[in-house]
């Protein structure tokens, strides 16, 4: 499974951004996919999760900002980031998990910054 994420940038404080993830190669139905960050000199954490039947998951630093969704049909997950705050400055990874197997996308840099 390869995973093409894009959609980073920069934006001001209280500003919107979209990131999206494209999957392709062996996909099952079932399966689960993500979001995660990592900021300069912190690990790696979760945002978002999302199963292939819509469940979704949150880390309690983003819920009520950011929404992630999933078009089964194109393979691609998307985090729709609002109220960006400083601290989520961060390089933003994809992952996608099925059959026990995890797998990454490249990181897409978010930076909020006036």
């Known amino acids: 499974v390869q995973l093409q994420a894009s959609g980073g940038g920069l934006v001001q404080p209280g500003g919107s951004l979209r990131l999206s993830c494209a999957a392709s190669?062996?996909?099952?139905?079932?399966?689960?996919m993500g979001w995660y960050r990592q900021a300069p000199g912190k690990q790696r954490e979760l945002v978002a999760t999302?199963?292939?039947?819509?469940?979704?998951n949150y880390a309690g630093s983003v819920k009520g900002r950011f929404n992630i969704s999933r078009d089964n049909a194109k393979n691609t997950m998307y985090l729709q980031m609002n109220s960006l705050k400083p601290e989520d400055t961060a390089v933003y990874y994809c992952?996608?998990?099925?059959?026990?197997?995890?797998?990454w996308g490249q990181g897409t840099l978010v930076t909020v910054s006036s």
């Open positions: 992952q996608f998990r099925q059959l026990g197997f995890d797998y």
């Open positions: 190669g062996s996909i099952f139905s079932i399966n689960v």
């Open positions: 999302i199963t292939s039947g819509g469940s979704t």
